[in-house]
């Protein structure tokens, strides 16, 4: 079976400070993970995935996560946080790169503060 | 290009009552899913259509649930007799063949 544990429902940094999401999986089988984020009134949008190819996975607006398998752990990083990242982030695992059920963390919040 | 969409946007009911909710897939997507996130906790699978048959259904939660995809397109997802626990935000999502999943912004559900 698989599972994602996201630690922290909240996260708050400042403008300008280093963005850490932390992300861990468990899964039988090599998975795929991804990191959705969810902006205010808005649907879920991918950030970035892991499909195997390289384990340092860069994504959209700045945002990367490294895929390290001894410590079952796929964290959402971004050196300086800007304003308009403040939105719930969700880590996800999956069988497939794509197109099969997707199982999520619980989320986490991440406000900016100025 | 259109991406997914999903209506209403937001449904408040009372218990016992039915509540049908839509999505219009991205235009081409033969894959469709239902999700749901309930109090806040993870967004949990529902279920899976290819085209229009079921591929997987393993998520949803009870036979008060009815989902069907009518020739292959849109989708609804009916609940009745709708409880309390059903409240939540209900997202749909689209893909293609071994393609990303997109998703909509998704119905909020509150059950009164």
Not at chain 2, 24 to 38: E, Q, T
Not at chain 2, 43 to 48: D, E, N, P, R, V
Request: hydrophobic share 35%.
């Amino acid at each position: 079976a698989q599972s994602v544990t996201q630690l922290g429902s909240h996260v708050s940094v400042s403008e300008g400070a280093l963005v850490l999401l932390r992300c861990n999986y468990s899964s039988s089988v090599p998975p795929y993970l991804f990191w959705y984020v969810q902006y205010p009134n808005q649907g879920l949008q991918l950030l970035l995935k892991y499909t195997s190819a390289a384990t340092l996975v860069k994504g959209i607006n700045g945002f990367e996560a490294e895929f390290k398998k001894s410590e079952t752990s796929f964290h959402l990083t971004k050196p300086s946080a800007h304003m308009s990242d403040a939105a719930e982030y969700f880590c996800a695992v999956s069988l497939y790169s794509s197109a099969s059920k997707i199982i999520f963390g619980s989320g986490t919040r991440l406000s900016i503060r100025p | 290009e259109a991406g997914v969409t999903q209506f209403p946007s937001h449904s408040v009911i009372e218990k016992g009552q039915t509540v049908t909710l839509r999505c219009d897939p991205i235009s081409g997507h033969d894959n469709l899913y239902w999700y749901r996130r309930v109090m806040g906790k993870e967004i949990k699978f529902l279920l899976h259509f290819v085209k229009e048959s079921k591929q997987d259904e393993s998520g949803m939660p009870n036979n008060r649930f009815l989902a069907e995809r009518t020739g292959g397109t849109y989708s609804t997802l009916k609940v009745q007799p709708a409880e309390l626990e059903d409240s939540g935000v209900y997202f749909c999502a689209s893909s293609q063949a071994r393609g990303e999943a997109f998703f909509g912004q998704g119905t909020r559900l509150t059950v009164v």
